[in-house]
């Protein structure tokens, strides 16, 4: 089992930038394929980056791509989602996930994951 903190949220102008982090508890992190989602009031999770257990593949919702980065480092048990030209409509609470992954595959729907972190806020004001 793997427990996931997320921190780095925050209030932010449009146009600004965010550093997200997710650390993981336990020795198996670079057996998990990892993934970004969020939800805004009142909308459904939904997917936002995903990163491959080496870091060796990604993929971005149309939505952020360009302007997100997901990364990972397996030696300190984190993923990163680095978020840039930031835009109101980004503004939701974000989770980072885990998926016991095979090979270097990454999913993008919120079922594929098995572990959940508690969410942090960010807010983007116009």
């Known amino acids: 089992q793997v427990q996931l903190v997320e921190s780095g949220g925050g209030l932010v102008q449009a146009g600004g930038s965010l550093r997200l982090s997710c650390a993981a508890s336990g020795r198996t992190f670079s057996t998990y394929a990892m993934g970004w989602f969020r939800q805004a009031p009142g909308k459904e999770r939904e997917f936002v980056a995903a990163?491959?257990?080496?870091?060796?593949?990604?993929h971005y919702a149309d939505s952020v791509k360009g302007r997100f980065t997901i990364s990972r480092d397996n030696a300190k048990n984190t993923v990163y989602l680095q978020m840039n030209s930031l835009k109101p409509e980004d503004t939701a609470v974000y989770y980072c996930a885990a998926s016991i992954a095979s090979f270097n595959f990454v999913y993008i729907t919120p079922e594929r994951y098995d572990y959940w972190g508690q969410g942090t806020q960010v807010t983007v004001s116009s």
């Open positions: 990163i491959s257990r080496s870091g060796a593949n990604t």
